[in-house]
């Protein structure tokens, strides 16, 4: 279980994030809508402190960290149970794809090289990319690299993984793929917290949506609460803009 | 000789090293008009592969970017006077200064014409072909779009070009011209005072390569990014 | 006097024996300047506290020193005080008339220090900001990325700036002949003290110097192909086998 309590965050005088209060349970899938700027990225980006919130609590699992105060002892705690899937994939290009997931476990987590091996291929095969490896980020395509950076996250078993825009960065026909990825992971029971703008594929996956605006949680409930009857005039205005079709077809 | 440093003489010695400003002011305009000029030549030789010229400009590039300037000052200091005796002129009773300006121009000629030539190759082909479908000729499109494109490119290699000139002249003493440092050397072994005319020397340096450094990202602001 | 090829040879020969000189006057100060300077633009870019805010004050500045006049200070600094002690105890001058190589590689270790340190910060800046992040988000601590991700990302986009550097340091070594230490420079000159072919000493020298220049480049060329190709090894590794 993750939750945040009351998150804070400022660059300079543009208040970000307004005070922020999300519950995430164990097994549940979360998808953050809102419209761009109003601190989606910011938040994920606050979760695995590589944005260090100007004030609130994080609870994840039985440790609890103060924003305010957090050691790099407690920020390093909190970065070995979370795992981040980057927009524009991140993989780290010295390393080849094997090389990329067993990092987290060898180096971070001081596992053997021998298990982390075994891991890290059970991680590659998952996401369908058994017989790649040995290949480099720069060998790959847009798909098959955000693939590898899934089965980074998934490998290194965190309790939760954070998306941020996942497949944005890809050329259409790449989307599916990867998608059907977070679909299987989803699946299997991990925690995830996504932001995404693939609304069907949010509908689909969600078993809890967000919708932000300006730096607050304006609604939240379940997709079909959010998408069929939102409450809030800012939720119908976004969802009216973004998916012109919902509305007449559902 | 008592004391290691005395700070009064810091100040002492400050305006009769500046004094001497202007000869490495000469050396730095000469070796950076001189470069420019060659240094576009022997571009344009590389670059259009001119037969025998190409093999020496590729010959004499090398040899400049591999030895030092000291040993280049002296070669030329050396062999200028029998070279140029071949031909009947006689510059035996040439002052030291002409060539240190001699070697400082010939060395940047060949750092220039590495410049000019990765500025050149910058622009694109279409800039050239767009030129020639105008109907410009060849060095009509260098000179009205090439060349000022490719100066903007390489504005910025071309500042720390100037920066480096300025504190190789620091080399030029050694022939036994009396420009700064000439000067701080003449003073101190008159006076045992070494370290005073040094610590004036290293803030002159200091401060003039920071300010034209300055200069050329103020002006890189100011003129280039604008117009690119 | 006219130009004789023979007094070249002749002083090429001598020379040749100092190349060792002039190497460990410039490859002792590039291997000092590679760990100081690393460590400097590393600290700069953390923004360790103390440490970078006064790099960032010192660099810039000592930067604009000529590589001679850090050669003159410390030939100075170095000596200067064992002359007023030489004055009351006998022993410091023993140490006064210590080899003067040391002072210049300590005078070129000092440039070198921070010429490479600049190399590496603008190396530095060329691994995105995401390759840290992607590290923090799997668990690495700072130090952890900067080892097995950053620096590795870095040195092959390093290398040919630092052959640049060495050579800038070969060239530039030539200067400690002014405070007599013998190198290729002055062991070419050494033979027209006695003959007064100068310009045949100094033609010797520049071919040393060149010869030296060239290979160095050379061999950091074949350095540099051969970090790329462990970048992508696996890659080409893997046509191969299928070609066989
Ligand atoms: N590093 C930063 N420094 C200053 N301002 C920032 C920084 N990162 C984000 N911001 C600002 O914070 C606000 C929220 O940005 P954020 O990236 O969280 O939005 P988002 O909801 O993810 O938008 P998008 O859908 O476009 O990705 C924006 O106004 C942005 O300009
Ligand atoms: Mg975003």
Redesign the pocket.
């Given at each position: 279980m993750i939750e945040l309590k009351n998150v804070h965050k400022a660059?300079?005088k543009?208040t970000?994030l307004k005070g922020i209060n999300l519950k995430v349970n164990k097994g549940e899938v979360v998808v953050i809508l809102?419209?761009?700027?109003?601190?989606?990225?910011?938040?994920l980006?606050c979760i695995n402190f590589l944005?260090s919130a100007d004030d609130g609590e994080l609870i994840i699992g039985d440790t609890k960290v103060d924003f305010k105060n957090a050691t790099s002892k407690e920020i390093l705690a909190v970065r070995r149970r979370t795992a981040m899937v980057f927009q524009n994939y991140n993989l780290f290009n010295n390393m080849n794809a094997i090389e990329n997931v067993m990092e987290g476990l060898v180096t971070g987590r001081k596992m053997p090289i021998g298990r982390a091996r075994e891991i890290a291929k059970q991680a590659l095969d998952k996401v369908g990319l058994k017989d790649k490896y040995e290949a480099y980020p720069l060998q790959l395509s847009g798909g098959q690299q955000q693939r590898v950076g899934i089965a980074r996250a998934i490998a290194l078993n965190p309790d939760v993984i954070l998306f941020?825009?996942p497949t944005s960065a890809l050329d259409p026909e790449l989307v599916g793929e990867v998608l059907s990825v977070m679909q299987a992971v989803a699946k299997e029971g991990i925690t995830m917290i996504v932001?995404t703008?693939e609304m069907s594929f949010a509908m689909d996956i969600a078993q809890h949506i967000i919708f932000?605006a300006d730096?607050n949680i304006v609604e939240e409930g379940s997709p079909k609460d959010i998408f069929t009857n939102p409450k809030e005039k800012r939720t119908k205005q976004f969802l009216e803009r973004i998916l012109p079709r919902w509305n007449y077809s559902i | 000789m008592g004391s290691l440093f005395d700070i009064r003489l810091v100040f002492e010695y400050f305006p009769l090293i500046f004094s001497r400003f202007p000869i490495t002011l000469l050396i730095v305009v000469v070796a950076i008009g001189a470069g420019l000029v060659l240094g576009l030549f022997i571009a344009l030789v590389r670059m259009r592969k001119v037969l025998l010229l190409n093999q020496f400009a590729i010959l004499y590039v090398s040899f400049v970017r591999g030895t030092p300037i000291i040993v280049q000052l002296f070669i030329i200091y050396y062999g200028f006077p029998l070279l140029l005796e071949q031909v009947g002129i006689d510059i035996t009773q040439w002052e030291k200064i002409y060539f240190v300006l001699v070697t400082y121009g010939l060395n940047n000629a060949a750092f220039m014409s590495e410049i000019i030539r990765s500025a050149i190759s910058s622009v694109p082909d279409g800039q050239r072909e767009a030129a020639y479908s105008v109907g410009l000729s060849r060095w009509q499109a260098l000179r009205r779009v090439i060349l000022p494109q490719a100066f903007l490119n390489a504005f910025p290699v071309f500042g720390t070009r100037v920066v480096n000139t300025f504190e190789s002249t620091s080399l030029a003493f050694t022939l036994g011209i009396l420009d700064m440092v000439g000067q701080a050397q003449a003073i101190g072994s008159r006076t045992y005072h070494e370290l005073e005319g040094y610590v004036v020397l290293a803030i002159i340096f200091i401060a003039i390569s920071m300010i034209l450094e300055k200069l050329f990202v103020h002006a890189e602001k100011r003129f280039i990014q604008q117009r690119r | 006097m006219v130009f004789d090829f023979h007094y070249v040879i002749t002083s090429f020969i001598t020379a040749v024996h100092y190349i060792p000189v002039t190497l460990a006057l410039s490859l002792i100060p590039l291997f000092i300047g590679i760990v100081f300077g690393t460590l400097i633009a590393v600290c700069r870019k953390f923004r360790i506290r103390f440490i970078a805010p006064l790099a960032d004050i010192i660099i810039p500045v000592v930067k604009g020193i000529p590589l001679v006049l850090h050669l003159f200070i410390m030939n100075f600094l170095i000596l200067k005080p064992f002359d007023l002690l030489a004055q009351y105890y006998a022993w410091a001058d023993v140490i006064r008339f210590m080899d003067k190589v040391y002072i210049a590689i300590i005078a070129i270790s000092i440039y070198a220090v921070i010429i490479i340190s600049e190399t590496m910060r603008s190396a530095l800046m060329s691994v995105s900001e995401g390759q840290y992040e992607a590290c923090y988000s799997v668990g690495l601590t700072r130090w952890q990325a900067l080892r097995r991700v950053v620096l590795p990302q870095v040195f092959p986009v390093a290398i040919p700036v630092l052959g640049n550097n060495l050579i800038g340091l070969i060239k530039g070594s030539s200067v400690v002949y002014l405070i007599t230490v013998v190198d290729v420079m002055n062991g070419a000159l050494t033979t027209a003290q006695i003959n007064y072919r100068f310009l045949e000493a100094y033609i010797a020298a520049a071919l040393i110097y060149w010869g030296i220049c060239l290979l160095t480049e050379r061999l950091f060329a074949v350095w540099e192909n051969h970090m790329k190709k462990y970048q992508l090894g696996s890659a080409k590794n893997n046509l191969r086998q299928e070609v066989l």
């Open positions: 660059f300079g543009n970000v809102g419209p761009s700027g109003s601190g989606k990225t910011t938040l980006r944005e941020d825009e932001v703008h932000m730096g | - | -």
